[in-house]
């Protein structure tokens, strides 16, 4: 993943609720996965296996996210181990295919949670984060970010 990619990743979560921090983390597997196969296609196998193990790690994290209270909960649990499952297997084969599979079962379930997003009216998780600003506000074709609030102990708070 590029340095940008994190600079984006971490902009979205220290502005996101809890339905979108799940959604992000759905889109940083899905980063590594898309990484992954484009590394075993160029033969980059080593870089692929680090791709593989980031995407198990952000797995991971949905794993100890979900509530199995629930029916949906204990489904997704499922879905999480097969891909776990898949991606280890994938990564001992160099299978695209079997990356491939749990790529698209990601894709559908980020869209899944973009929707979710729309009926979640929470508050951002960090909630002493800095506000950020994006707009073209200098120059005609220059994005620019401004900073407001600055303070000095951002984000949780314990």
Same mark, same amino acid.
């Given at each position: ?80 181990i097969f891909s776990k499952k898949e991606l280890t297997a994938a990564g001992a084969c160099s299978s695209v295919r079997r990356i491939r599979k749990v790529l698209k079962n990601f ?5 899944? #949670?973009?929707? =979710?997003?729309?009926?979640? @009216? %929470?508050?951002? +998780? ?6 950020? #600003?994006?707009? =073209?506000?200098?120059?005609? @074709? %220059?994005?620019? +970010? ?13």
């Open positions: 993943m590029t340095l940008e990619k994190k600079q984006e990743f971490t902009l979205k979560i220290s502005q996101a609720n809890k339905t979108q921090m799940i959604t992000i983390i759905y889109e940083i597997v899905i980063d590594y996965l898309e990484s992954a196969i484009k590394e075993i296609e160029d033969k980059r196998e080593d870089d692929a296996q680090r791709s593989l193990v980031c995407a198990q790690k952000g797995i991971d994290e949905l794993i100890h996210s979900v509530n199995t209270g629930y029916e949906l909960g204990k489904n997704l649990l499922q879905i999480y894709q559908a379930l980020c869209g899944a #949670y973009r929707e =979710l997003e729309k009926y979640d @009216n %929470s508050g951002t +998780v960090m909630g002493n984060a800095q506000k950020v #600003y994006s707009g =073209l506000t200098y120059g005609r @074709n %220059s994005m620019n +970010v401004d900073f407001s609030s600055y303070a000095s102990n951002r984000g949780f708070r314990a």
